[in-house]
């Protein structure tokens, strides 16, 4: 059964620094995995997705890696803005067509 | 890109009565939806594979009695939480699957059951 593991669960950081977040899984045989942005009492914005043929995917600052081997995936965002404050949530889908499997996040907060 | 609603976005009903959650992709069909429920601090889990004109499949620990999901149509699914209790109250979110390849999302509800 698959399962995901996000490291930290929060994470503080002074605006403008470089941070990486954390996902893995257990099961390398996935089909995509995925990275999403969640706010406050809000839904959730797909930010990237790699397939698993893929190494990485760029997005602006954004720059998500994939290593299937190891069973982890990393999201790193370059010079980090008070606008980046949000649970970040890595997300793996095993098969086409199957539901994600989601990790619980990674709570970012950037200061001014 | 694709669009998914999710109606109502906010509800507040007393324990015992129903509530009625609905999932519509605006511009595309959608043969299966997903439904997923997070808890306060926790992840989204899965709740339930919703497929057009048939029935729904439930993930273990989910009660098909109380969590009733209808898809009559490929743009629309819903969500019917029966005989609600506080310990329903929770953020539910759907996804609808485009060429069974892509999920988009919904903006989710939150449901209180006080």
């Known amino acids: 059964k698959q399962e995901v593991t996000q490291i930290p669960a929060a994470l503080s950081v002074p605006e403008g620094e470089n941070l990486v977040l954390n996902c893995s899984f257990t099961?390398?045989?996935?089909?995509?995995l995925q990275w999403f942005r969640q706010d406050p009492g809000k839904g959730l914005t797909s930010l990237l997705l790699i397939q698993s043929s893929q190494r990485e995917q760029t997005s602006g600052r954004l720059n998500a890696s994939l290593d299937k081997s190891s069973g982890r995936s990393t999201l790193y965002i370059a010079a980090s803005q008070p606008g980046d404050s949000a649970t970040y949530l890595c997300?793996?889908?095993?098969?086409?067509?199957?539901?994600?499997?989601f990790g619980k996040g990674t709570t970012l907060s950037v200061s001014s | 890109g694709a669009v998914v609603s999710q109606h109502p976005s906010w509800v507040i009903c007393k324990s015992g009565t129903s509530v009625k959650i609905e999932c519509r992709s605006l511009d595309f069909q959608a043969t299966t939806m997903f439904w997923y429920r997070q808890f306060p601090k926790q992840s989204l889990m899965l709740m339930a594979t919703s497929n057009e004109g048939s029935k729904a499949t439930y993930e273990q620990g989910v009660e098909k009695d109380k969590f009733l999901i209808n898809h009559a149509s490929l743009t629309l699914s819903t969500l019917t939480v029966t005989s609600a209790h506080p310990e329903d109250s929770s953020f539910y979110i759907c996804?609808?699957?485009?060429?069974?390849?892509?999920?988009?999302f919904g903006p989710g509800t939150r449901l209180l059951v006080l």
């Open positions: 996804s609808a699957l485009m060429e069974q390849e892509t999920q988009y």
């Open positions: 099961d390398s045989a996935i089909y995509n």
């Open positions: 997300a793996a889908c095993n098969q086409a067509g199957t539901a994600l499997i």
